[in-house]
């Protein structure tokens, strides 16, 4: 019964291709995260998403777009991928009316 | 915007020792700070946090103290177990929103 959870745990693409991550709550949450974390293990935050509104961090390239097919749901698409894509990304989620996010287990890409 | 340091990036402690790692904010606005334990290959589980209105919480062996004026917050591990051994990480966020997390500290316990 895990809580926030995320599909593939590892993803290994050559540059140039297309991916998609996905990220399943069964918390019944309302806001859901993406972030980042390099390879010196800094964590930054990507985008926060509910069902009225995206927030992007104005550094995040275009090339990577949230998409929640519904209320448990916040994918990952990434386009055009680039050797500096390469991370473990991080889903989380959060009640409204709470202060903790709860994170996922973490899909680490290598993008060759 | 949040500007979040944490010190030190790595801390050895023997086993049964106690472990500090302090964090400082820079928006004052900022009034709950949570704490992640991320362990090797695992995502960041929460520990323990605090709000602007209280200044120490403890959790068994574990302890947050806040200093609102100073900004600044720390994380007391006491009787520290080879378990304890993790990448620490604070946080600094207004209402759950936007959370900016430090770089993390590398705490190995040893046996």
């Known amino acids: 019964d895990t809580a926030v959870s995320q599909t593939p745990k590892y993803l290994v693409t050559q540059m140039g291709n297309d991916k998609s991550i996905k990220c399943e709550q069964n918390?019944?949450?309302?806001?859901m995260y993406w972030y980042k974390q390099d390879s010196k293990k800094f964590l930054k935050i990507m985008f926060s998403?509910?069902?009225?509104?995206?927030?992007i961090n104005e550094t995040v390239p275009n090339r990577f777009s949230p998409k929640s097919p519904d209320k448990a749901h916040l994918n990952l698409h990434i386009n055009s991928l680039e050797l500096g894509d390469s991370a473990v990304y991080f889903c989380a989620s959060r009640a409204r009316t709470q202060e903790t996010q709860y994170f996922g287990p973490g899909t680490r890409l290598l993008v060759l | 915007g949040e500007n979040v340091e944490q010190h030190p990036s790595t801390l050895s402690v023997q086993e049964g020792d106690s472990a500090v790692i302090k964090c400082t904010y820079s928006d004052s606005a900022s009034n709950y700070f949570p704490w992640y334990k991320q362990e090797l290959g695992k995502g960041p589980q929460l520990i323990i946090d605090i709000r602007s209105n209280v200044g120490e919480k403890k959790d068994q062996r574990i302890a947050v103290t806040l200093n609102k004026t100073a900004k600044h917050f720390s994380l007391h591990i006491t009787e520290t177990q080879p378990e304890d051994s993790a990448v620490y990480f604070c946080?600094?966020?207004?209402?759950?929103?936007?959370?900016?997390f430090g770089p993390g500290t590398r705490l190995s316990v040893l046996p």
């Open positions: 918390l019944g949450h309302d806001t």
């Open positions: 998403y509910n069902n009225k509104e995206l927030i």
């Open positions: 946080a600094a966020s207004t209402h759950g929103q936007n959370f900016v």
